[in-house]
């Protein structure tokens, strides 16, 4: 969700940055990016870390509230985002929106959308990304088999969870580079997941489409 189909980050990061402040504390820009894709808990030690005088359950709190008024005040899509997911709908293309985001932020969304059959987020997973349990428990929700199905991220964490479930993976550059990994496809923009992109990805082919955006 974060990054990938929203362009949510700006809002974590200011209110990471809020908070710390708040505290006595500074956060950067580059603190931010550090924690894209984390699981919230590890996000929420870090701001402890660096002075943020509150539990973990607070901060999290604190972030979600924060980042559900912005999403609440207009959807911050990414390029392509709306298209690609209406495509896989009206072609009968199940699909799960797998989020490190807690339900509270996750549910929302998803129902703003309504194309989603499946949500999994991530306080309802005992071992969240970079461990492979959300893909394949979104896998199993989906009656799918893992090997049929790709996953889209723009996170090291996302990306190693979904390599780990056995997900076709496919790594998006938003915020962060995404190194080359066996098996790994990179892309630059959703627009370049046609239809036809998503059969050959079903076919088992990795694909390079950073130099077609």
């Known amino acids: 969700m974060d ?12 209110a990471e940055t809020e908070l710390v402040e708040a505290h006595g504390g500074r956060w950067t820009h580059e603190d931010g990016l550090t ?5 919230m808990l590890v996000s929420a030690e870090r701001l402890q ?36 997911l209406t495509d896989l709908h009206d072609a009968g293309v199940p699909m799960a929106l797998v989020t490190s985001s807690f339900r509270m932020l996750a549910e929302p969304f998803a129902a703003a959308v309504g194309l989603f059959d499946v949500v999994v987020s991530g306080d309802e997973v005992s071992r969240p990304k970079p461990d492979p349990e959300p893909y394949l ?16 991220e723009d996170s090291s964490a996302g990306i190693a969870s979904a390599i ?10 938003v915020l962060q ?26 076919a088992g082919e990795v694909l390079d489409l950073r130099r077609a955006s």
């Open 177 to 202: 580079p995404v190194a080359a990994r066996a098996g790994l496809s990179r892309i630059v923009s959703l627009a370049d997941l046609t239809l036809g992109a998503f059969a050959r990805l079903a």
């Open 164 to 173: 780990a479930s056995g997900a076709r993976a496919v790594g998006i550059e």
């Open 49 to 84: 870390e660096r002075g943020v005088d509150l539990s973990l359950d607070a901060i999290v709190d604190f972030l979600n509230q924060r980042v559900a008024v912005g999403v609440a005040a207009g959807i911050p899509w990414q390029p392509g985002a709306q298209q690609v």
């Open 3 to 14: 990054g990938t189909l929203i362009d949510t980050e700006p809002l974590w990061i200011a």
């Open 137 to 152: 428990t979104a896998a199993r929700l989906l009656g799918a088999d893992i090997a049929d199905c790709v996953a889209v």
């Open 35 to 39: 924690l894209v894709g984390n699981p």
